[in-house]
């Protein structure tokens, strides 16, 4: 019911016009004119002023900020700011207030002809009589939209009838066929097997496969020797690493908080460790669900389910000192919500944070029952012990306890504390009486999550945790008073350099980031304008009841929600995630637009197979290994990807999968495939965040050198993509180049692009360079000595193939006309092959050049 | 090998050289023998940055925006308030601070008049602080505007807003969307580059993101130390002709894969790594500054300091924009002065108004400033009241966020220099003068470029999204 002149989102507008158009404006204070005396009839009276002003807005079309005046019911419940027909009060009802325009800067209707006096006048005197409706309007219609065919539980098609019966090697096919042959187009061949094994173990695993793998496939005669090597790669841990990151672009997974200081999160990737493991283990997807969402408040809930929540903390933290901490925990909620809703639902949401969607039946009071489950729940961190952790650390434990307590008592810490915490208590309590201990509590309350709460819970009440928290901040950050006093900055310096030491050695516990359910749950609200300090009508925690009921005796918590997405009638959870996980293996979606199933999103190349898929994905226990499987076995999947020039105008997008597709490799499997090959992949699983080497000054780019990126040592240095820490405002450069997500929101589907930036990174980047020499170093080492020998290994290091007589000719020429370079160049070789030493460096040096090459391929980074 | 064969190889090749990303003629399907298959099958779906035509006659080609992170104090730079004399060291009543959007200081907080002088420049008489006597010499050409305005009060929402029109994550930022809409005219450099100076800023990547436009639109980092594009340099060992030598024998074999698979992506990557090489070969003579006369070095203060880190950074922004770059972005950081203000602000303005003001004379007498847009200034601007963190040191006091009313400038293409536009009040408190939002800034910055700020927009998650989010208008004033 806003006016139209403040247009949305100007959160300091509405101020800024309230205080500017007051001394423009004439100060003609609106009459309110007085309700007319004649008896009022609402068909006759009400009605044509309610159709002629306002029922544009907020009529059957839509209900501009949750307002209908078309239905009696409706209109007495009022808006999201509450009600606005007080029957007998006219005066005080907002309608009139609105329509009047005695609220500064607003009017109703915002355009157009406003209502004259006399209509006013007509409308108090309605509500003065009682507002009476007749009783024959019915309750408020259904809202538009909610037969899309997504919002329709699926049901389970009976595979079509083909004519071409021998190709179809399981339903998939059935409905990709029959479509194909409606068309009059004939399905691809195979594609080879070296494809296909290359293809495979790309596409489960996100590592290319051994010459020996390929050998060995090219040699299994079983007539289920395909089918075998779809359950080795399924069996794989590495498996997990591939899925995971799926799902991690879901989550937004990051390293570090985001925004300004962008401090890093150590123990984020403890989440991602459960991904990788839970997938590994092919946990049903209802469970894989159940966990993240809310796994804390499952009877007995164990570590590992807690742990699973942290899906939630991926969430980015504003740590401006002079952030508005309640606008902060609105933006990670409104996160949360949209999060949910595309990762689960296919549907976009968070449109209706500020506004009814547009396109979807979503309302906004939708909208903050949903977010009235998060606001339920508050951030925690708990001990997160990997296997073989906990022994040590209870053997530690005491002995730590001692030392540490013995150093805080030889600096009396204690005290000073206490002197610190009074300070700070004060500073809240009186604000601006010193400044630069407001400083300090700002600075105090932007750092220390749930800080004020510890900070007014007496000393002895903290559990040992809370206090260390304080204690820990307090001795890096004294505060004005104490900063000033040299001796004693001198003592506390001597005194973190020990208690850093201390921890150095303890082999702590393993830590976790994860919701816990609020005991003293605040009140939601639906927030007018998304506007985190405009409160409208008060909303329950509700899932979108008009996709699916839920029980009304269903406890308000994130448990019903979680049992709610993946019931088995839920129209959009199991289509959703199927249909992710085609597009992880086909490169698109059965419907396009991944994220978005609403109305306003592609619509499914296939709707009778993502139906089955859907449907068959449940009956089969929501077994994401066992979807995979059937979907990587059909004769679909194993089409070769050669264009075909026939369907180019007709099937650019290659929807009816009349062959397969040529697909870039995801920034990630670049570099894992360049590690793999080349011999140096650390093929360990799970476990920290990595930081391979980049350029020195990069981190500069973060804000006032707080960004740090102390270079990882040893092997870690060489483990996969998915593993790098990931600094939301300084990100690794080559995983950028190729496309990654910025992990800030949600991504259900990366980009493929194909940039000169791309070239450079892998041309010319040091990591991509030592994989070169690494794999030049392996060929010389591993294959027979002749250069046709080594060229045909190194060729099916890389691609799983040999040579073509034309390939082969070409980098022999290459490589002579390197090998002459080298000969006469022996500072550039060496150079090239510093490891040469003291011996020849010609012949390393020009093999690292045909490695550079390989490694540079289009079919390199290329799934085919 | 007959004649036509070679010929038909080294037009080949030397098409792949001398096109940019993309592939725009039907020659290329005979050319790489791949006749009979229709044009779309061949040509990579368009070349993401193919220069195109506006929605009408565009007054500017170009952008260079200079980007000074963290809030620079409109109070002490641009728009003088004696009055503030008046209430030095007093609480502003409560009526004025309630409300007020404040990030650290408590609306008790007491005024802080400026010690600074501000005299008429210029025939406009635009009156400027004596910290910027450079800008003050070539304030006919600029369009100063006291009267910004932003809905965010902390750096990176606010940087968001600035770049992207939203304080949400994920959207496309200014500089990707003006190379998304008009493309680029350099054949060997990226469209959008982004150069840095100082501490880093609040925003990092996300002040440059292209969000979900495609990344060929992302800006590109130049370095001022090191590679200035990430991984430009060839490893050690690997010579120019080597370099040479390795496209072509992978240029060959992609071909070959090309033939086999007829995947037009390979043609693209293909134009990708010939592109690489022409950048890896611009950019030493981009960033040889020996063509440079000394008088034009003297100018930016390029050999000294403390000018030289911003100095160079305009000067490069010049020459980028001389080769067909179509957006170049300056961040310079962090003028973000709640302590200290009077040596921060002084520091700061030494680093960056000789080499600013050097820049606007140089387009100008190279002719370039008629169709290059220049843009100057923060995300917000600061506080009439001080934020005094250590009451006990003498100086110590700075300014606040102030996102209610701030200033910045504009020049060149499409801009009437030589005005102020804009008015705030006696405090520089409020606006009472012709408010601009940051939409109604990217709304007229689009225009200068020849676009309809509504009608540029790009699809994504079933919506048209685009800078100026819902709201934005053009700001006729500003125009020339």
Not at chain 1, 560 to 582: E, G
Not at chain 1, 797 to 802: F, G, K
Not at chain 2, 21 to 46: M, Q, S, V, W, Y
């Amino acid at each position: 019911m806003d006016s139209g002149i403040i247009a949305p989102k100007m959160r300091w507008a509405a101020w800024f016009w309230a205080s500017t158009l007051a001394s423009v404006l004439p100060a003609a204070e609106p009459a309110l004119p007085a309700p007319v005396k004649e008896k009022i009839e609402f068909r006759r009276h009400v009605e044509p002023i309610f159709k002629a002003k306002c029922h544009a807005c907020h009529g059957p079309a839509q209900q501009m900020n949750g307002l209908r005046l078309d239905n009696r019911e409706a209109a007495l419940a009022g808006g999201y700011s509450g009600a606005v027909i007080k029957p007998g009060d006219s005066a005080g009802s907002r309608l009139i207030q609105l329509v009047a325009g005695l609220e500064k800067g607003k009017i109703m209707p915002p355009a157009g002809p406003r209502l004259s006096p006399k209509e006013v006048a007509i409308l108090r005197a309605w509500i003065e009589q009682g507002a009476s409706w007749p009783e024959s309007s019915t309750s408020p219609p259904p809202r538009a939209g909610i037969s899309h065919w997504a919002f329709r539980p699926p049901v389970k098609p009976e595979p079509p009838a083909v004519r071409q019966r021998s190709w179809v090697r399981n339903p998939v096919d059935a409905f990709i066929l029959a479509r194909l042959e409606a068309e009059g187009i004939s399905p691809s061949p195979e594609a080879s097997r070296t494809t296909l094994i290359r293809r495979l173990s790309l596409d489960l695993t996100g590592l290319p496969p051994r010459p020996q793998d390929v050998a060995e496939f090219l040699t299994d005669n079983r007539p289920d020797a395909y089918e075998r090597l779809v359950d080795r790669l399924l069996a794989s841990p590495h498996f997990g690493e591939k899925w995971a990151r799926h799902w991690l672009d879901l989550a937004h997974y990051a390293d570090s908080d985001g925004y300004e200081k962008d401090l890093p999160r150590p123990h984020a990737w403890r989440w991602r460790h459960w991904v990788i493991e839970a997938l590994n283990r092919d946990m049903p997807f209802d469970q894989f669900t159940i966990e993240q969402i809310a796994g804390d408040l499952l009877p007995g809930a164990t570590v590992e389910q807690k742990i699973a929540t942290g899906f939630h903390r991926n969430t980015l933290t504003n740590r401006e000192a002079g952030v508005d901490r309640n606008e902060a925990r609105f933006e990670q909620l409104v996160s949360r919500v949209n999060t949910v809703g595309t990762t689960w639902l296919g549907l976009t949401v968070g449109c209706a944070q500020c506004h009814d969607h547009k396109y979807d039946p979503i309302t906004q009071r939708d909208y903050y029952q949903l977010f009235a489950y998060f606001d339920r729940a508050e951030e925690d961190e708990i001990d997160a012990p990997l296997p073989g952790e906990i022994g040590p650390y209870l053997r530690a434990l005491p002995e730590y306890r001692r030392k540490r307590q013995e150093l805080l008592d030889r600096y009396g810490i204690a005290a000073l504390q206490a002197e610190w915490e009074r300070n700070l208590r004060e500073a809240a309590a009186h604000p601006g009486k010193r400044l630069d201990w407001d400083f300090q509590l700002t600075s105090f309350r932007a750092m220390v999550d749930a800080g004020e709460k510890i900070l007014n819970t007496p000393p002895e009440k903290r559990t040992e945790k809370q206090q260390r928290r304080l204690s820990d901040y307090f001795i890096r950050n004294p505060g004005p008073d104490f900063s000033k006093d040299k001796a004693l900055m001198g003592k506390l310096k001597e005194l973190r350099e020990q208690l850093d030491k201390l921890d150095a050695e303890f082999p702590a516990l393993s830590q976790a980031p994860v919701l816990v359910e609020n005991s003293e749950p605040p009140k939601t609200h639906v927030y007018l304008r998304g506007d985190y300090r405009r409160r409208g009508v008060e909303v329950q925690p509700q899932p979108l009841t008009w996709l699916l009921a839920v029980r009304e005796d269903a406890a308000p918590n994130r448990l019903t929600l979680a049992r709610w997405l993946v019931s088995r009638d839920n129209p959009l959870t199991a289509r959703v995630t199927v249909n992710r996980l085609w597009q992880e293996l086909f490169g698109r979606g059965l419907v396009a637009t991944s994220e978005d199933f609403g109305t306003q999103g592609e619509k499914p190349s296939h709707p009778e197979l993502l139906d089955w898929l859907a449907v068959e994905f449940m009956d089969r226990g929501w077994s994401v290994k066992q979807m995979i499987r059937l979907i990587v076995t059909s004769a679909t999947y194993r089409q070769s990807s050669e264009a075909r020039p026939e369907l180019e105008a007709r099937d650019p997008d290659n929807r009816l999968l009349a062959r397969q597709s040529r697909l870039r490799l995801p920034a990630e499997l670049i570099r894992d495939s360049a590690l793999a090959v080349s011999g140096l992949l650390n093929p360990e699983v799970g476990g920290r965040s990595i930081r391979p080497p980049q350029p020195a000054d990069l981190e500069k780019l973060g804000y006032a050198n707080s960004v740090k990126w102390p270079e990882s040592q040893g092997k870690d240095r060489y483990r996969r993509g998915l593993y790098i820490h990931f600094q939301r405002t300084v990100p690794y450069p080559q995983l950028m180049n190729f496309d990654a997500p910025d992990s800030n929101v949600s991504c259900s589907r990366r980009r493929r692009s194909n940039t000169p930036l791309q070239a450079l990174n892998l041309l010319n980047d040091p990591v991509f360079f030592e994989a070169a020499v690494a794999l030049a170093d392996r060929v010389l080492r591993e294959a027979p000595p002749r250069q046709e020998a080594r060229l045909d290994y190194a060729f099916r290091l890389c691609l799983a193939r040999s040579p073509s007589p034309r390939e082969r000719e070409r980098l022999t020429k290459f490589l002579d006309e390197q090998l002459g370079w080298m000969k006469a160049d022996p500072t550039a070789a060496r150079a090239l092959y510093p490891a040469a030493g003291g011996s020849d460096p010609s012949e390393p040096a020009a093999w690292v050049a045909v490695s550079r090459v390989l490694l540079n391929l289009d079919e390199f980074i290329t799934r085919e | 090998m007959t004649w036509e064969e070679f010929q038909r190889i080294q037009t080949r090749r030397s098409f792949f050289r001398d096109c940019a990303c993309g592939i725009g003629t039907a020659a290329f399907a005979h050319l790489l023998g791949l006749e009979g298959r229709t044009l779309a099958a061949i040509l990579p779906r368009d070349n993401p940055l193919a220069p195109r035509q506006p929605h009408f006659a565009p007054k500017a080609k170009n952008v260079i925006f200079m980007f000074m992170e963290g809030g620079p104090s409109q109070i002490d730079l641009f728009d003088p308030k004696p009055a503030l004399q008046k209430y030095h060291g007093q609480s502003l009543p409560e009526s004025m601070t309630k409300d007020l959007p404040l990030a650290f200081i408590k609306p008790t907080a007491a005024v802080l008049a400026s010690p600074r002088t501000f005299k008429p420049a210029g025939e406009c008489g635009m009156e400027l602080s004596d910290w910027l006597p450079h800008l003050a010499s070539v304030a006919d050409d600029i369009c100063l505007i006291r009267s910004m305005h932003t809905d965010a009060f902390n750096h990176h929402p606010g940087q968001l807003l600035l770049f992207t029109g939203t304080t949400q994550f994920g959207r496309p930022t200014l500089g990707a969307w003006v190379v998304y809409g008009l493309g680029s005219e350099s054949q060997n450099l990226p469209g959008f580059v982004v150069l840095t100076s100082g501490v880093g800023t609040s925003g990092g990547a996300t002040n440059f993101s292209s969000g979900f436009l495609p990344s060929h639109y992302q800006g590109v980092l130049f370095r001022s130390s090191g590679d200035p594009i990430l991984y430009l340099s060839n490893p050690p060992g690997v010579t120019r002709q080597m370099q040479r030598a390795s496209l072509d024998v992978l240029r060959d074999l992609n071909e070959e894969r090309l033939q086999a698979t007829g995947d037009v992506e390979i043609a693209s990557r293909i134009a990708a790594y010939e592109l690489a090489f022409r950048m890896q070969m611009a950019a030493p003579e981009l960033l040889d500054f020996s063509d440079e006369p000394t008088h034009i070095r003297e100018m930016y203060g390029v050999d000294k300091e403390p000018t030289r880190p911003f100095a160079v950074n305009c000067l490069l922004a010049r020459r980028l924009v001389e080769r067909g770059v179509r957006f170049v972005m300056l961040m310079h950081a962090s003028w973000d002065d709640h302590t200290e203000l009077n040596k921060k602000l002084k520091k700061n303005c030494d680093i960056t108004d000789r080499p600013a003001a050097a820049l606007i004379k140089d387009l100008k007498q190279r002719g370039m400033l008629d169709e290059t847009l220049v843009v100057w200034g923060g995300e917000f601007g600061r506080t009439p009241m001080a934020e005094i963190r250590k009451p006990e040191e003498a100086d110590n006091a700075g300014r606040d966020h102030h996102p209610v009313a701030y200033s910045m400038w504009l020049a060149g293409g499409g801009i009437k220099g030589g005005q102020v536009v804009g008015k705030t009040d006696e405090l520089c408190f409020k606006i009472v003068e012709d408010p601009i939002h940051v939409h109604d800034l990217q709304a007229t910055i689009l225009h200068c470029l020849g676009f309809d700020h509504t009608r540029l927009t790009y699809r994504y998650m079933g919506r048209d999204f685009r800078l100026t989010d819902v709201s934005g208008h053009v700001v006729k004033k500003l125009l020339a």
